[in-house]
Nanobody, 127 residues
Framework: QVQLVESGGGLVQAGGSLRLSCVAS????????MGWFRQAPGKEREFVGA????????VYAQSVKGRFTIARDNAKNTVYLRMNSLKPEDTAVYYC????????????????????WGQGTQVTVSS
């Protein structure tokens, strides 16, 4: 079992930045690939980005590419989502997720590839 706790959300003006953190419980964090998803009111959950178990590969949704960066610190059991140049359309609840992928360099964009989810943190971007 893995428990994930997100933090770092809040209210920010358009053009601003936030850094989300997700801390995982347990001692096998390195066994998990990590992803970030988001869900805006009235919309389906969508993929934001993911990072491989090795940390050597990342993938991003086209809508955030060049603005968002994922990193992981295996010593701290933490994955980060750095969000720059935020737009009102980035407003959503952001969730981190963990998947026990065999491929150490694999990254996955679908929710079904993830076994564990955090409770989410709200990000609101004002215009």
């Amino acid at each position: 079992q893995v428990q994930l706790v997100e933090s770092g959300g809040g209210l920010v003006q358009a053009g601003g930045s936030l850094r989300l953190s997700c801390v995982a419980s347990g001692r096998t964090f390195i066994s998990y690939g990590m992803g970030w998803f988001r869900q805006a009111p009235g919309k389906e959950r969508e993929f934001v980005g993911a990072i491989a178990r090795s940390g050597g590969r990342t993938v991003y949704a086209q809508s955030v590419k060049g603005r968002f960066t994922i990193a992981r610190d295996n010593a701290k059991n933490t994955v980060y989502l750095r969000m720059n140049s935020l737009k009102p359309e980035d407003t959503a609840v952001y969730y981190c997720a963990a998947g026990a992928w065999i491929n150490t360099n694999g990254v996955y964009t679908t929710g079904g590839q993830y076994s564990y989810w955090g409770q989410g943190t709200q990000v609101t971007v004002s215009s």
